[in-house]
T-cell receptor, first 114, second 113 residues
Framework: DGGITQSPKYLFRKEGQNVTLSCEQN?????MYWYRQDPGQGLRLIYY???????QKGDIAEGYSVSREKKESFPLTVTSAQKNPTAFYLC?????????????FGPGTRLTVL | GNSVTQMEGPVTLSEEAFLTINCTYT??????LFWYVQYPGEGLQLLLK?????DKGSNKGFEATYRKETTSFHLEKGSVQVSDSAVYFC????????????FGSGTRLQVQP
């Protein structure tokens, strides 16, 4: 079955540590996205990538970094510079990144800073 | 800039009641409009979408019509079920520049038996 996988489902980080969240898709989609969700709020865009080896900052990119070396993979690193990283992180992909395309979401990773 | 405004929840209904969740947007040009649903602890699933004015999206008994004159995309269902209990997000995607989604804050629906 085609879809998006995110791992791990739950992640705990100590203050000052960097952590990397995995996102893999086998839908052969060109575009991939990372969103952050806080309780009672909508999703906010962290980074997005329209094609391999290219990515753009979203609305809340500070303290995060990404790479897009392969079409199917778009890992997100939460660095120690992110002041309030505890949140639910969602990865998504779409076929061509067109504004009419449906974005398909993974199951999410819940990050907690201890 | 672009923004999406949804009615605040939670919305609590009895089974078989009529549902309306209001959504209005602000955007330049002609965005595409989406409704996504999120069940507890899960990612988002597309419920329906409309990509041009006067289009009606529909799925699983839910409907929404893209009204450019009122900049709205209200979600409706004639008879809700307990299994419809979830958080519903309205979102838009612009037809110029960045194509990522802009989301509303979500509306929690609770359906009681």
């Amino acid at each position: 079955d085609g879809g998006i996988t995110q791992s791990p489902k739950y992640l705990f980080r100590k203050e000052g540590q960097n952590v990397t969240l995995s996102c893999e898709q086998n839908l052969n989609h060109d575009a991939m996205y990372w969103y952050r969700q806080d309780p009672g709020q909508g999703l906010r865009l962290i980074y997005y990538s329209q094609i391999v080896n290219d990515f753009q900052k979203g609305d809340i990119a500070e303290g995060y970094s990404v790479s897009r070396e392969k079409k199917e993979s778009f890992p997100l690193t939460v660095t120690s510079a992110q002041k309030n990283p505890t949140a639910f992180y969602l990865c998504a992909s779409s076929m061509k990144g067109s504004f009419t395309d449906t974005q398909y979401f993974g199951p999410g990773t819940r990050l907690t800073v201890l | 800039g672009n923004s999406v405004t949804q009615m605040e929840g939670p919305v609590t209904l009895s089974e078989e009641a009529f549902l309306t969740i209001n959504c209005t947007y602000t955007a330049t040009g002609y965005p595409s409009l989406f409704w996504y649903v999120q069940y507890p602890g899960e990612g988002l699933q597309l419920l329906l979408k409309a990509t041009k004015a006067d289009d009606k999206g529909s799925n699983k008994g839910f409907e929404a019509t893209y009204r450019k004159e009122t900049t709205s995309f209200h979600l409706e269902k004639g008879s809700v079920q307990v299994s419809d209990s979830a958080v519903y997000f309205c979102a838009l995607s612009r037809n110029t520049g960045r194509r990522a989604l802009t989301f509303g804050s979500g509306t929690r629906l609770q359906v009681q038996p």
